[in-house]
């Protein structure tokens, strides 16, 4: 069956450093790759999302995604994050079905 | 651990019919989002509920209502049905809703529906 998995449930960093959330998935067919952002008390909100073509994605808010079609990977980075850049963060992948990840959630402190 | 029910799973109509579909929160959350994710698209936001009152609301069509229970289960009726509601509609759960509480956010399996 396919699934999803983000490396890490918490991550904490300062300000200014660099962020990278692990994404895996588990289905050898095409597949459709999505980032969201969930902030405190408000609903999802797509980062960004790959479909096909060049591997690097850029999505809003500074945030990018490189997908390795090679290790079924697709994380997210993000060079400088920021105190608002606090949130749950969902891999998702559209292959077979539709799938979320479990999440990941970024404390960023000031 | 118990996580999200959705039904039914999947769930074929035609046009112009009503549906129901429901979502059973994991125990103890008390806010409950909904979301259409239609062929080849990422999901879309619905609506949201806590404690029994809508939070925020999306792009839900007027045709469509929805409501948070006493149980905090969430219904959503879609009535006079499209073809383009044939759709994958997932629920998610979540405790708290203050925006200094972090709401970590669990996905249902989804409801598939099809309308013909």
């Known amino acids: 069956a396919q699934s999803v998995s983000q490396h890490n449930h918490h991550v904490i960093l300062s300000e200014a450093a660099s962020l990278e959330l692990g994404c895996n998935y588990s289905y050898g067919g095409t597949v459709n790759l999505f980032w969201y952002v969930q902030y405190p008390g408000q609903h999802l909100q797509l980062l960004l999302k790959y479909f096909s073509g060049d591997p690097l994605v850029k999505g809003i808010k500074g945030f990018e995604a490189e997908f390795i079609k090679s290790k079924f990977s697709f994380n997210l980075r993000k060079p400088s994050v920021q105190w608002s850049d606090t949130a749950e963060y969902f891999c998702?992948?559209?292959?077979?079905?539709?799938?979320f990840g479990p999440g990941t959630r970024l404390s960023v402190l000031p | 651990a118990a996580g999200v029910i959705q039904s039914p799973r999947h769930l074929i109509k035609e046009k112009r019919e009503t549906a129901t579909l429901k979502c059973y929160p994991i125990p103890r959350h008390d806010t409950v989002y909904w979301y259409q994710q239609g062929p080849g698209q990422d999901p879309q936001f619905l609506i949201s509920?806590?404690?029994?009152?809508?939070?925020d609301k999306g792009s839900i069509p007027d045709r469509f209502s929805a409501q948070q229970f006493s149980d905090y289960h969430s219904e959503l009726n879609m009535s006079s049905l499209e073809l383009g509601d044939s759709a994958l509609y997932f629920c998610?759960?979540?405790?708290?809703?203050?925006?200094?509480?972090?709401?970590?956010?669990?996905f249902g399996p989804g409801t598939r529906l099809t309308v013909l």
């Open positions: 509920f806590y404690e029994k009152m809508q939070s």
């Open positions: 998610a759960s979540s405790l708290g809703l203050a925006a200094s509480s972090y709401n970590e956010q669990f």
């Open positions: 998702a992948v559209n292959g077979q079905n539709f799938v």
